[in-house]
């Protein structure tokens, strides 16, 4: 029997190697930093100026997918979104060394990624009807106005010069559209200079085949809070 007896130390001995190893740390990390960005927060960096000033070209922010359990989006949220295909364009393909270090980002949350998501707020629900603009140039969805403090460049727009019923139309102008059923209508907060759910429909007749909207599926989460840079970190979004 006592022959035998070192080889269970020697096993243990092994693990214990394992355990300690750095690669076996940096591996556990990743693990830790996938299922949390799979099942909880993510990291994302603002990839334009569409939302300022609410966020900036290069924020880091981090979306809440825990938000989003067993409940969906509402108006005014802003979320964070894989580009649906009605929104993709030609892009150009990725290389195997580009894809891997994508990869990599993804995991850590920081650096390139293969994940193509804009960030936009919400403004029309399921099942809503919304058009621009009021008497007043706002918003209205079901025919209630919003109150938008967080817009504060918007596209021009003078009532009884260059409204919607002038000749030409304002820019600013759309709709009513109507929001398919699991989708959602989404703009920038920056209505001046944001691709969005809206930006064929502007300035022309009102047709509901103008709109693209952002599928339920393809909502990645809430977007918590800004994490970086110091200055501009846990600003409100509202």
């Not at 299922?35 to 334009?48: A, Y």
């Not at 621009?132 to 109150?147: H, P, S």
């Not at 001046?192 to 509901?208: H, Y």
Request: with cysteine; net charge negative; aromatic share 6%.
């Amino acid at each position: 029997m006592s022959a035998e007896s070192p080889a269970p130390a020697s096993s243990r001995t092994r693990w214990r190697r394992i355990r300690r190893s750095p690669i076996t740390h940096v591996v556990a990390a990743f693990l830790v930093l996938a299922l949390t960005q799979l099942f909880f927060v993510k990291p994302f960096q603002v990839p334009s100026e569409s939302m300022s000033p609410t966020l900036e070209t290069g924020d880091r922010i981090l979306a809440n997918r825990i938000a989003l359990v067993g409940s969906d989006p509402a108006a005014g949220d802003v979320i964070v979104f894989s580009r649906p295909a009605a929104w993709r364009t030609d892009l150009a393909p990725r290389g195997t060394l580009r894809t891997a270090v994508g990869w990599v980002g993804d995991i850590v949350g920081f650096g390139p990624s293969n994940l193509d998501a804009l960030v936009k707020r919400v403004i029309g629900e399921p099942g809503t009807s919304v058009r621009c603009c009021t008497d007043d140039g706002r918003v209205e969805v079901d025919g209630v106005a919003l109150d938008e403090g967080y817009v504060r460049t918007d596209l021009s727009f003078t009532p009884g010069q260059l409204d919607c019923d002038s000749t030409p139309a304002s820019s600013r102008c759309f709709g009513p559209v109507t929001v398919p059923d699991d989708s959602y209508l989404v703009m920038g907060d920056n209505r001046a200079n944001s691709s969005d759910s809206v930006i064929g429909c502007r300035g022309a007749p009102a047709v509901e085949e103008c709109a693209r909207f952002v599928p339920r599926s393809d909502v990645i989460g809430e977007v918590a809070l800004i994490l970086w840079p110091p200055d501009r970190a846990f600003a409100p979004l509202r």
